[in-house]
């Protein structure tokens, strides 16, 4: 049994005493952090965005971090990578994490610039950064969000952001469903093996994440020595069916079934937690999305009503599958779209919404895939 510690944490002024608990719930802090040990700090900061607008790993989290490591003698260091359009120190001012490292004479590291190490998931290979690999412990910090692709976004795909620039997005396209996504997640996260990963539930994202949705007080922190341990825990405390998210099927089962829940975990059903509203055909047989693969399509639809014209989803795509000209509306080529959601993803005024072809809504709101939540975690 692999356990999973929840400790209520109402603000963010909470978070130092939340953090410390719910790491001291695993046992206590000495087995994670010691004298002299290179700590990496892995945040979400996957865009430029403010902290309340529960986008990214709110910085007091990492604070928390940062004070129990060097309470230990630990040295911290904090990095990650946002999405490839973006510029990173842009990310850092916006984000609160600059203000943070400096406030904490903390290192805070620029991914794209420190040197990666290459590694392969089948006949694809992608880089992992040097400082993610050669720390001692990673720290691994993903805010409790919803995605737009995999339906969650926190332990295990926060990792991620270990992989340097813009190879991000075109993996996108060289793992273009949730499926194949959700292998090579499996392997990063056998790659990277985070020792602690930390889940900023204070306030997390719901609707459609990761970035479109909306805020939602969920009032808690959690923490646990195996991200999809504690993926299993969020799906179960947020009614999220196991089969909707799709790494877990890449791991052994007891991984995402044998696990002990302690500190004061939040009731299921308690909290309330809108998925994306794709989320059931993540749910449809594969033998059935390969048969129909060219009716079965999920895509994006710019509502030119709210789009600024910054050109950051074209910019973001692995297929060019959005055109962009200065001072126009994107314009999607919908054959050759593969429904990432790279450019929902980075769209920093909500004008993307995720759209279902006519059968997808009709096969993933049918009877097919209707199993409730309760079920689906029997």
Request: proline content about 9%; aromatic content about 6%.
């Amino acid at each position: 049994m692999t356990s999973v510690s929840f400790i209520p944490c109402p603000s963010y002024a909470q978070a130092p005493d939340a953090v410390r608990r719910a790491v001291e719930s695993l046992g206590s802090l000495t087995p994670f952090f010691r004298p002299g040990q290179r700590v990496l700090i892995k945040p979400n900061l996957l865009a430029d965005a403010f902290p309340d607008q529960a986008v990214t790993t709110h910085p007091e989290i990492a604070r928390a971090v940062i004070r129990l490591a060097r309470e230990a003698g630990a040295h911290p260091a904090v990095g990650d990578s946002p999405a490839g359009a973006l510029r990173v120190t842009d990310v850092w001012e916006k984000t609160g994490f600059r203000a943070l490292c400096e406030q904490e004479s903390v290192p805070l590291l620029n991914l794209e610039q420190t040197g990666s190490t290459a590694f392969s998931c089948g006949a694809v290979s992608f880089t992992v950064a040097k400082p993610v690999l050669e720390a001692d412990l990673v720290v691994n910090l993903p805010k409790v969000k919803t995605h737009s692709l995999t339906v969650l976004t926190a332990g295990v795909k926060n990792l991620y952001g270990t992989l340097p620039g813009f190879q991000k997005a075109n993996l996108h396209a060289a793992f273009p469903t949730p499926s194949d996504m959700g292998r090579l997640l499996a392997r990063i996260t056998e790659i990277v093996k985070p020792g602690l990963t930390i889940a900023d539930g204070v306030i997390g994202m719901d609707g459609n994440g990761p970035s479109g949705g909306e805020p939602v007080n969920l009032g808690f922190v959690a923490a646990s020595t195996d991200p999809v341990s504690l993926d299993a825990a969020l799906c179960q405390v947020l009614g999220i069916p196991l089969a909707a998210v799709p790494w877990f099927q890449h791991f052994s089962r007891e991984r995402s079934t044998s696990i002990s829940l302690t500190g004061q975990p939040p009731a299921p059903g308690s909290l309330r937690f809108r998925l994306p509203g794709t989320w059931r055909n993540r749910l449809i047989p594969r033998f059935l999305v390969r048969l129909l693969a060219p009716l079965l399509w999920v895509r994006p639809v710019v509502d030119s009503t709210r789009c600024i014209q910054c050109g950051r989803c074209a910019s973001a795509c692995p297929t060019r599958a959005l055109a962009f000209k200065t001072n126009t509306t994107p314009r999607l080529h919908g054959q050759i779209c593969i429904g990432c959601c790279c450019c929902h993803e980075l769209c920093p005024v909500k004008a993307i919404h995720m759209t279902e072809s006519w059968l997808m809504r009709r096969i993933s709101h049918g009877r097919l895939t209707s199993t409730p939540p309760s079920e689906a975690h029997s």
